[in-house]
Nanobody
Framework: QVQLVESGGGLVQAGGSLRLSCAASGRTFSAYAMGWFRQAPGKEREFVAA????????YYADSVKGRFTISRDNAKNTVSLQTNSLKPDDTAAYYC????????????????????WGQGTQVTVSS
């Protein structure tokens, strides 16, 4: 069973930064792409960013491009999301997710491409 545990959320003022982390266990972490999604109150969960199994490719939602950076450390089984220039609209619960297919060439922005999910970490941005 794969376990994903997010951390790093909190309350920050607009313009601030947070670094979210996700620790993975239970299977060969380095073989799977990873993604970050978020869900704001009253809204559907949406894609934020994804990174390939080897870290060579990344993909971002337009709303965070240029402000957020996804990275991974396969030696430590972790994936991170550096969030900069935060806006009140970034307020949401942030979830990491693990791809269902090893060594996939395509990065998915749809939830259906991911098999395992963490419990989420809350990010609140005040204006």
């Amino acid at each position: 069973q794969v376990q994903l545990v997010e951390s790093g959320g909190g309350l920050v003022q607009a313009g601030g930064s947070l670094r979210l982390s996700c620790a993975a266990s239970g299977r060969t972490f380095s073989a799977y792409a990873m993604g970050w999604f978020r869900q704001a109150p009253g809204k559907e969960r949406e894609f934020v960013a994804a990174i390939s199994w080897n870290g060579g490719s990344t993909y971002y939602a337009d709303s965070v491009k240029g402000r957020f950076t996804i990275s991974r450390d396969n030696a430590k089984n972790t994936v991170s999301l550096q969030t900069n220039s935060l806006k009140p609209d970034d307020t949401a619960a942030y979830y990491c997710a693990a791809d269902r297919t090893p060594y996939r060439r395509t990065l998915y922005y749809r939830e259906s491409g991911y098999e395992y999910w963490g419990q989420g970490t809350q990010v609140t941005v005040s204006s």
